[in-house]
Nanobody, 115 residues
Framework: QVQLVESGGGLVQPGGSLRLSCAASGSDFSRHNMAWYRQAPGKQRELVAAITSSGTTNYADSVKGRFTISRDNAKNTVYLQMNSLKPEDTAVYYC?????????WGQGTQVTVSS
């Protein structure tokens, strides 16, 4: 099991950038597959980006070329670098960790893209 603490959300103008961080504690972080999800009001939670324990990444089509997921195992932290932000990116962003049958969620952090 791991506990996840997110940070970095906030208000940004269209075209701007934010970097979200998710700090994990409680177990071997390097063995976990990590992901970022988001949920906008009235919409289903969706996968934004994922990175496996081996470093393989995957992205939703809507964020390809704009977002980058990365991890620093020495710091037990996963990041989501968000560039060229659009109003449609406004949502609560959640960090997720999975190891075999176990899954953990962060509390979520609000990202608002508005002029």
């Amino acid at each position: 099991q791991v506990q996840l603490v997110e940070s970095g959300g906030g208000l940004v103008q269209p075209g701007g950038s934010l970097r979200l961080s998710c700090a994990a504690s409680g177990s071997d972080f390097s063995r976990h597959n990590m992901a970022w999800y988001r949920q906008a009001p009235g919409k289903q939670r969706e996968l934004v980006a994922a990175i496996t324990s081996s470093g393989t990444t995957n992205y939703a089509d809507s964020v390809k070329g704009r977002f980058t997921i990365s991890r620093d195992n020495a710091k037990n932290t996963v990041y989501l670098q968000m560039n060229s932000l659009k109003p449609e990116d406004t949502a609560v962003y959640y960090c997720n960790a999975r190891l075999w049958l176990w899954t953990s969620w962060g509390q979520g952090t609000q990202v608002t893209v508005s002029s």
